[in-house]
C-alpha cells in the first residue's frame, strides 16, 4: 500500500477472483454467522461511510454457513451493489476460517475486519484508514466503552488481554475487537488457523510490524445473541500458550523442549545418584523408595523431551523447505 491511499471510481467487479492482479484501494471482510436481522442496516451503515471516502473498495461478505436466510438477504445486496461480494462456506467453520478466506480473496491494499452484528461502527473506518496512513501496518480498535456483560465477557478479556501482552511485548487494551486495519503486506503473511484471528497484532509481532490501537465505538447488540460465552475463556488459555509458543519458539524448538528434558533429566540423575550413594555407603534400602522411582520416572521423561525437540526441529525445517517459506520477511530493497 502507498502511503496515502488513492481517489478514485467505486471498483464494479462482479465475481470474485483470487489470481486476478486487479488491485485496488480497501476490502471491508465481514464474517457473517446467522445475522439476517443486522444485514440490511449494516449495509446502509456501510454505504454511507464507504461513499464518503471517495476509493476503491469492495465489500467481502463470507457466509460461515449461516442457516437462518442471511445468505438471501446477502444475495439481495449484491444485486444492488456488485461491491458486495459473498464467499459462503459449506459448513459453519469458525470467524477465524472466515477472516482467512476473505484474506485470501480480497485485492484492497489495505484490509479492515468488522463483525456483522452492528456493535461496531463503520463511521470508524475513515479514521481507522488514516490512522493506517501515518506509517502504521496494523491498526486496532479499542472498545473503551465496551456494552458488553461485565462478569461473563468484559472482565475476562481484561484479564486476557494484559497476559497476551505482557507475554507477546504487544501491548493492546482490546485484542478480541474485530474491527482492525492492516496493510497488504502484514496479512499475505500470515496464514490464520484454530482461533487466531483475534491475535494477529501479536502474530505478526514477528515480522517487526508497527502496530497503533485507537478508541472505536461499541454498541450494544440490537438483534441475536452472541455466539461467545464463558466457556471462550478456556481457548483463550490455550490460545495465549500457542502464541507464546509460535512467537518465541516455532523456529528452534528445541530450545524449549530441550530446557525442560535437560532440567528434568537433571534433577532425575542427581536423585539417582545421591540414592546410590546412600544405598552403597550407608546400606539404606531402594525398593520402597518412592523417589527412587521419581527420578528414573525424570530421567526418562527428559529423554522424551530432548527426543521430541529434535523431532519438531526436523519438522520445523521439513515445513519451511518444502515451502520455499523463508524465515524473514523483508520490508524494501534498494538497488
Known amino acids: 500500500m502507498t502511503n496515502r491511499i488513492k481517489t478514485n471510481s467505486i471498483d464494479n467487479t462482479n465475481t470474485i477472483n483470487n489470481n486476478s492482479k486487479e488491485k485496488i484501494d480497501l476490502s471491508i471482510v465481514i464474517p457473517i454467522y446467522n445475522e439476517r436481522e443486522s444485514v440490511d442496516r449494516l449495509y446502509k451503515e456501510l454505504d454511507k461511510s464507504l461513499l464518503k471516502l471517495g476509493i476503491d473498495y469492495e465489500v467481502i461478505f463470507i457466509d460461515d454457513g449461516s442457516v437462518d ?105 482490546d485484542y478480541g475487537c474485530t474491527l482492525k486495519a492492516y496493510k497488504r503486506e502484514v496479512v499475505k503473511n500470515i496464514e490464520l488457523y484454530g482461533e487466531m484471528h483475534r491475535y494477529i497484532p501479536a ?56 530446557l525442560v528434558g535437560l532440567f528434568s533429566g537433571t534433577v532425575g540423575f542427581i536423585i539417582t545418584a545421591y540414592l546410590i550413594i546412600m544405598r552403597i555407603f550407608f546400606n539404606q534400602g531402594l525398593a520402597d523408595r518412592p523417589l527412587f522411582i521419581l527420578s528414573i520416572f525424570m530421567i526418562f521423561i527428559g529423554i522424551q523431551l530432548i527426543t521430541m525437540g529434535l523431532l519438531a526441529e526436523i519438522t520445523m525445517r521439513i515445513y519451511h523447505e518444502a515451502q520455499e517459506k523463508p524465515t524473514y520477511v523483508i520490508k524494501d530493497i534498494i538497488s
Open 69 to 173: 436466510g442471511t445468505y438471501n438477504k446477502l444475495l439481495e445486496i449484491h444485486k444492488k451493489n456488485s461491491s458486495y461480494k459473498i464467499i459462503r462456506f459449506r459448513r459453519n467453520f469458525g470467524q477465524t476460517a472466515a477472516i482467512s478466506a476473505g484474506f485470501n480473496y480480497s485485492k484492497g491494499d489495505a484490509i479492515i475486519t468488522l463483525d456483522a452484528d452492528l456493535q461496531n461502527d463503520p463511521q470508524d473506518i475513515p479514521v481507522m484508514l488514516n490512522k493506517l496512513n501515518e506509517g502504521y501496518d496494523i491498526v486496532s480498535g479499542w472498545r473503551k466503552n465496551r456494552k458488553d456483560k461485565a462478569i461473563t465477557r468484559r472482565f475476562p478479556s481484561v484479564i486476557a488481554n494484559k497476559i497476551i501482552s505482557k507475554l507477546t511485548g504487544v501491548y493492546l487494551h
Open 203 to 258: 502474530v505478526a509481532s514477528w515480522m517487526g510490524v508497527k502496530v497503533a490501537e485507537i478508541p472505536v465505538t461499541h454498541h450494544s447488540r440490537k438483534f441475536g445473541k452472541s455466539k461467545y460465552g464463558i466457556s471462550r475463556t478456556i481457548r483463550v488459555i490455550l490460545d495465549i500458550i500457542t502464541i507464546k509458543f509460535l512467537l518465541s519458539y516455532s523456529q528452534r524448538p528445541i530450545q524449549i523442549f530441550g
